[in-house]
């Protein structure tokens, strides 16, 4: 066969990209979506693992045993979630050590929200309602991906983020039901975690460097706009439903347009938190890098015993 020229490798990649086929690992693709894309997988997998620490936080202070557990179950799912991408973000052709060392020098980012502290436990329900909801939102998209080890990684991630939303959803609506300081409670952090997770979008799409080709190439599917708007209008109506009501003063029902409407982002606040002045970056960080040396000899001792399989096959 004949050598393909580049100009035909880039039409059949988009070719097969505008099919709705998949992307493999050992397929040619264009440098830029493969970059593009190491970038987008590697920070959901650090989103994932950073997530873990405002509800760590809760786990010995959970009001009981039940709750205990399924907050304990609901971590070590997200720990899962950031295995299965890292995994998916080696097949672009960047070893483990190479993604994890661009986090922990503060190269890569992660997800702004998880910068936020959890002060109560309304907070443990405020996360699941509205931070993994907002993350469903986004990772229903991803499931149609074009890469396939991305959106096969996002059809299970997915199947347990509808579980954390629901179970914060709970959480909240327990402390609504009950005594008038705990209802305060759900609304204090409804107050603190409406704003920030309206940001976990992203910036308008006017502002958004990357839409154009994540579009082209079907990683983005909906606009940073399109996708903030679902959020809001599909969690209103469960805030109704709790009884507790969301920090603007400009969100009502348009009735022409079939949506809210709603109040501009505090784009500054996000700015600061992206830029690493969030209130916990400094704490996420420091504890990041910690257990990554704290597992130095673990993952020596691992090694070493990988080796010296190795030579005895050998
Ligand atoms: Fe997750
Ligand atoms: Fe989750």
């Given at each position: 066969m004949p050598e393909l020229s580049q100009l035909e490798l880039e039409t059949r990649f988009q070719k097969k990209i505008d099919d709705n086929l998949y992307i493999e690992p050992k397929d040619w693709m264009l440098e830029k979506y493969r970059q593009n894309l190491l970038r987008q997988i590697s920070q959901h997998a650090h989103s994932e693992v950073v997530g873990m620490l405002p509800e760590a936080n809760w786990i010995t202070r959970a009001p009981n045993l039940r709750r205990k557990a399924a907050l304990l179950a609901k971590i070590q799912d997200e720990a899962g979630h950031g295995l299965y991408l890292y995994s998916a973000a080696e097949t672009l052709g960047s070893s483990r050590e190479q993604i994890l060392n661009a986090f922990l020098t503060g190269k890569a980012k992660y997800s702004s929200i998880f910068n936020y502290p959890t002060l109560t436990w309304a907070d443990i329900g405020a996360i699941g309602w509205l931070v993994d909801g907002a993350a469903i939102i986004n990772q229903v998209m991803l499931q149609r991906a074009s890469y396939g080890p991305y959106a096969r990684a996002m059809i299970r991630i997915c199947r347990e983020e509808s579980f954390h939303q629901r179970q914060g959803f709970e959480i909240l609506l327990t402390l609504c039901r009950g005594s008038k300081d705990q209802k305060a409670m759900a609304q204090d952090a409804l107050n603190r975690w409406w704003w920030p997770s309206l940001m976990?979008?992203?910036?308008?799409d006017k502002d958004s460097p990357h839409t154009g080709d994540m579009t082209k190439w079907r990683v983005k599917r909906e606009s940073n706009d399109e996708l903030r708007q679902k959020f809001i209008d599909r969690t209103v109506p469960q805030a109704d439903f709790l009884g507790i009501t969301m920090p603007?003063?400009?969100l009502k029902w348009n009735e022409t347009t079939g949506h809210y409407d709603f109040g501009e982002i505090n784009w500054e606040e996000f700015n600061q938190v992206v830029s690493g002045n969030g209130p916990c970056n400094r704490e996420r960080m420091n504890a990041r890098v910690k257990a990554h040396t704290d597992g130095k000899w673990v993952r020596d001792a691992a090694t070493a015993y990988a080796n010296k399989k190795r030579n005895k096959a050998a």
């Open positions: 976990m979008f992203g910036p308008h603007d003063k400009d």
